[in-house]
């Protein structure tokens, strides 16, 4: 993990699905940087609760909470960023990383498959995009925390723009995310409201142990990574934290590639 910057002080950061894998790895980064943090989880209570002890008992932390919603249900998004201003008296940086993945093949792809994935990964991380412009406004500018109005990071994947046989619904509702995100920076980027995206490749988390959790899958994985290796949520995490500070003030409406070279078409090494 990085050294600490305390590029955050001051700040308060909501991550959405940090209980486990990346959305973890990035709390924990924000709040190495000094942030306050808004855990957010959806089912795993146990793993919000390690991920929150980790920021509190580090004492070069922030602070953390935890918040339960379901980030696809309007009211518990509401009552997510109520809690986060009632406890910390106003959001600066929204990241919107929950997501999960019910992959079938098209033409067996139940409805309720595919409305649970975009319900997810696209629906929720416009409930919780409008939430947090809805706080920054009201709140207004903070010059001595950040030169921003307020700060949001989308978590894409490379699927915004690889195409993903066998998992429709999940590749839709990225390459969905990428519009969602440009139109922000679009129509809110005059009132200094920073949106990006970031795109992670393949990294060691729950999401895809069926694949990098044996031998057979791992090679099959590192086939279409030209750098050769399997990320780990950490680093995601470096890069979230780099992308909510002034550090990186000018970049707006970008999405940024983690991913090992993924999308630089590894297939054609030899091939075309
Ligand atoms: C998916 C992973 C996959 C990776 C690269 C991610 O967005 O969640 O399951 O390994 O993309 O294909």
Redesign the pocket.
Known sequence: MQKPNKRLIGQTCIVTGSSSGIGSAIAKSLGKEGANVVINYHSDKEGAEETAQWICDNEKCGQAIIVKCDVSDEADVKRLFKTAVATFGTVDVLVANS?I?IDHPLHEMPLKDWKKVLGINLTGQFLCAKEAILEFKRRGMRKEVSNSLGKIIHMS???EI?P?AG?VN?AVA?GGLKMLMETICQEYGPEKIRCNSI?????K?D??KD??GNEEGREK?LK?IPYKKIGEPDDIGSVASWLASDESEYINGTTIFV?GG?TCYPGFTQNG
């Open positions: 997501g993945q994947s490379v699927h690889i993903w998992h999940y990225k795109a992670p490749g393949a990294i988390t999401i895809n694949v990098w994985m279409v991913d993924m």
